[in-house]
């Protein structure tokens, strides 16, 4: 069992930043590869970014690369998301989902979610 508790949301303006954490619970932190997705009113969850069990490169969607970077610490079984240049589309709750396999935009292979951090970004 994997409890996840996401931080750092808020509210930014347009062209700022924000990072976003989740610490997850117990020891097999390592054995999980995580991702970040996000929910807007009205719409579905989409997929934002994975990362592999040791860290390296992520992997994002279209809309958040080159602003946005995730990475791993885990010695202290944690995630991030460092949101740069900011926008309002991308206002949502946040929410971080760990998988066993590394399955980067496939919802439903991930086993735990957070309970989100909401992001509100004003023009």
């Known amino acids: 069992q994997v409890q996840l508790v996401e931080s750092g949301g808020g509210l930014a303006q347009a062209g700022g930043s924000l990072r976003l954490s989740c610490a997850a619970s117990?020891?097999?932190?390592?054995?999980?590869?995580m991702g970040w997705f996000r929910q807007a009113p009205g719409k579905e969850r989409e997929f934002v970014a994975a990362?592999?069990?040791?860290?390296?490169?992520?992997y994002y969607t279209d809309s958040v690369k080159g602003r946005f970077t995730i990475s791993r610490d885990n010695a202290k079984n944690t995630v991030y998301l460092q949101m740069n240049s900011l926008k309002p589309e991308d206002t949502a709750v946040y929410y971080c989902?760990?998988?066993?396999?590394?399955?980067?935009?496939?919802?439903?292979?991930?086993?735990?979610w957070g309970q989100g951090t909401q992001v509100t970004v004003s023009s």
């Open positions: 989902g760990a998988s066993t396999y590394y399955s980067r935009d496939n919802y439903d292979q991930y086993d735990y």
């Open positions: 117990g020891r097999t932190f390592r054995s999980y590869a």
């Open positions: 990362i592999s069990w040791s860290g390296g490169n992520g």
